[in-house]
């Protein structure tokens, strides 16, 4: 569990999309951060207050997040000194990078003096149990793709942010590195000792009221053969009471597969259900999410009006539109 | 790669079925064992000569092999004081024990000061890459069951010994400690991060001849909700050419899992085969393997020729009968 609130660290960031960590903290938990760290160079702006390790201190931050991917694999000498000074300030680190906080000596031994914590997000700091299958109070939403990187955490943060709007108990359960620096907690599924996947996600939703849902981040794809497995795990571990299928249309092969093509959604949702039902035989899917983003206004429109006819399930986009419908569904069930 | 061949230490044993990993290796890699040791009070013995250390040594052993389950999951003293001895006399260890060698301060000294290497075959030792999905050359065979436990490891060996005999190219490809340990080689699938498992099957299997065939060991289950995840990972990693079905028909229940019934054979098939076809549209189901072991032969017969007309695939148990059959089926792909 990392402490919040945050102050973002977007380095030395060559382009906005190497900020996309911090973005996604900024536009899902704008309450987690009061500002951002910016380096000279820096080209990213994620639109918070720009402050001083000792301004964010005075404003209550209390872990310098890094937002922000390093260039080459490293934390650069540039970057070390920032981070050094932030444990100095009292600040903990957290980090998603490859390259672990743990790993730089220099770091360990700060922390270590000042007493603070390197948080590395990409590794596990749980013993997972191995999974029971027993059935848990509560419910639980899963999104499941296509493909890998279709839009299957942003469809489950703007479910849960819609939710939470209309007063209904949700809670977005982060599967991923940036998921877990969104909201400061979760489990880095891709990290975990192959035995213990499924009861990882058995553990981050537990028992749970009969009317709150676990919107769980989905990862990978049953249909991709480099990370199924993980998929898999999500969906006997989280045993979903309803199923959110998430699709990116313009996408011509696998992600980093070019020899395999994407399946078909029909194939997506009777595979998942099947697998699902194993667990919670009433499991449904509920809906469709379509990432538009390659696509204009009225390609975008007229792909979802077919699908949503062929599915007979509604389909939006919830960045271009918004997840209300989605919602509506689950509501329903 | 554990040195062999091995002197097989059998310990204290409290009955036969305390050495089946010994028993495994005696059973299915004679050559592979120069004898076996045995203390006071062991109530085992897989058939092998008895030996002292030096007397293994002198007969070319190269590594003791713990072939027998600890008692109350510790090394106990008793061991302790053989298995220091076999290090210095020249013994390489190794072992399938949660209880891992390397854990225990006295013997990673003693492997230090003598140069000899403790084999943990329960982690992993090797760098596994993500999987990339490349088509290889070369055959592969996987048993996949209807649950855990229900002879995968037993029918891909007995494949492979048939295969042998017949003068055809084949290896039986390990994913767990005992087919580790009965082969020298292996990956331990449960212990991999769930990011390298598929990596990890095609590591283990990569390019060989068009008319060789790996045989590899299965794990888990689809439809076993604890580690489903590992199953899925050896269909897309191992890229089957064939399919056996494994399936013990007096289960009442799926292990360890009171509350979850075993699937069907047809289910299994269809499930395995879709997903399997992913990764190589040319995949078959080539025959069932049948556990029969708690049946008496007139059910054990009987059962078997309502499956085999049935799912119109050969059906026997390569324990009571043998894998003659599911090998034929195997060579007419």
């Known amino acids: 569990m990392i402490q919040t609130p945050y102050l973002l660290f977007l380095g030395d960031a060559p382009d906005q999309l190497a900020a996309k960590v911090a973005q996604g903290i900024k536009d899902w938990r704008p309450d987690n951060a009061v500002g951002q760290y910016r380096m000279e160079g ?10 001083t390790l000792a301004e964010a201190k005075e404003a209550g931050a209390k872990t310098l997040v890094i937002g922000v991917a390093n260039r080459g694999g490293i934390i650069s000498p540039e970057w070390k ?19 672990l906080l743990r790993d730089e000596p220099d770091l360990v031994a700060v922390a270590e003096a000042t007493g603070r914590a390197l ?4 590794v596990p700091d749980v013993k997972y149990p191995i999974a029971s299958g027993e059935r848990r109070t509560g419910k639980r939403c899963l999104a499941v793709g296509t493909d890998c990187s279709v839009g299957k955490m942003y469809t489950a943060l703007a479910m849960d ?3 939470k709007a209309r ?21 880095p599924l891709d990290a975990v000792i192959a035995d213990f996947m499924a009861g990882s996600i058995e553990w981050l939703t537990p028992d749970n009221d009969p009317d709150h849902w676990d919107m769980i981040e989905g990862q990978g794809s049953l249909f991709h053969v480099s990370y199924s497995g993980v998929t898999m795990a999500l969906i006997h571990g989280g045993q979903p009471d309803a199923l959110v299928l998430c699709h990116e249309p313009t996408r011509e092969h696998m992600r980093g597969l070019p020899g395999y093509k994407l399946p078909t959604l029909e194939a997506v949702r ?6 699902a039902r194993v667990a919670n035989p009433a499991c449904k899917v509920i809906g469709i999410s379509v990432n538009t983003q390659h696509m204009s206004e009225e390609d975008a429109l007229s792909y979802m009006a077919e699908v949503e006819s062929r ?8 960045f ?4 209300g419908r989605l919602v509506d569904a689950l509501a329903a069930i």
Chains 1, 2 share one sequence.
């Open 42 to 51: 820096c080209m990213a702006d994620v639109g918070l207050t720009d402050m």
């Open 81 to 99: 000194k920032v981070l050094v000074m932030a444990l100095e300030e009292g600040f903990d680190l957290a980090s998603g990078l490859h390259n």
């Open 119 to 122: 948080h590395d997000v990409r």
């Open 161 to 163: 942010a819609e939710m």
């Open 167 to 187: 007063g209904m108990k949700s809670n977005f359960a982060a599967t991923g590195q940036t998921g877990i620096l969104i909201t400061g907690k979760g489990v």
């Open 270 to 275: 009777d595979m998942a259900l099947e697998l």
């Open 311 to 318: 599915m007979g399930l509604p389909t939006v986009d919830p």
């Open 320 to 323: 271009r539109q918004d997840a």
